[in-house]
């Protein structure tokens, strides 16, 4: 059941079910839409950074407390970061994976812990900066298979450049 829900989430609502935050399909129609302002343009993107959200604890949540419980904390993770990042984009892109856009303060601690419980990775990915050896993309699937294979240190703060390809 929860599985069919995730599907559907993801692949046919703007909105993911479980969080109500934007879901992985309404993000990779965003960024090609973003791509295709930015590649008919100057080549400059709207999107200067996603900051990546992971509960790196959620398996040992689930396994402990189960699998209620361990929807209850994505939940959470998701109503703090609507309730931090107001007027930036959330999206839900893995089981307990979020991208936040553009977010206005981008000093977000790399790890904090919500109640003892859930314990969250922080990174950033800046998009076209040239301090960093960049990894290209050539769509929407491409980068959200970056985000999902982004290692977070759960110690510091991780940064990435995203550049597209043709």
């Not at 509960?55 to 904390?73: C, Q």
């Not at 703090?80 to 977000?108: C, G, M, T, W």
């Given at each position: 059941?929860?599985?069919?829900l ?12 479980l969080t109500n935050v ?20 100057n080549g400059e ?5 996603l900051?990546?959200?992971?509960i790196?604890n959620i ?6 407390y ?8 994505i939940?959470?993770?998701?109503r ?13 892109i893995?089981?307990?994976?979020f ?9 977000f601690?790399?790890?904090?812990s ?9 990174g ?14 050539k769509?929407a699937?491409d980068?959200?298979e ?5 290692r ?15």
């Amino acid at each position: 059941m929860k599985k069919e829900l995730w599907s559907k989430g993801s692949e046919g609502h703007e909105r993911d079910i479980l969080t109500n935050v934007l879901s992985l399909q309404k993000f990779k129609n965003d960024f090609n839409i973003e791509l295709g302002n930015a590649i008919g343009s100057n080549g400059e993107f709207n999107w200067k950074v996603l900051m990546v959200v992971s509960i790196v604890n959620i398996r040992e949540i689930m396994d402990y407390y189960g699998l209620i419980e361990g929807d209850k904390s994505i939940q959470k993770i998701a109503r703090q970061l609507q309730s931090a990042f107001k007027d930036s984009s959330i999206y839900r892109i893995s089981h307990p994976r979020f991208v936040v856009v553009n977010p206005k303060e981008v000093s977000f601690a790399a790890t904090y812990s919500f109640n003892e419980r859930e314990t969250v990775a922080i990174g950033h990915i800046r998009i076209n900066d040239s301090n960093s050896e960049p990894i290209e993309v050539k769509d929407a699937q491409d980068l959200v298979e970056v985000l999902i294979r982004y290692r977070l240190d759960d110690r510091r703060d991780s940064n990435i450049n995203i550049r597209h390809s043709t």
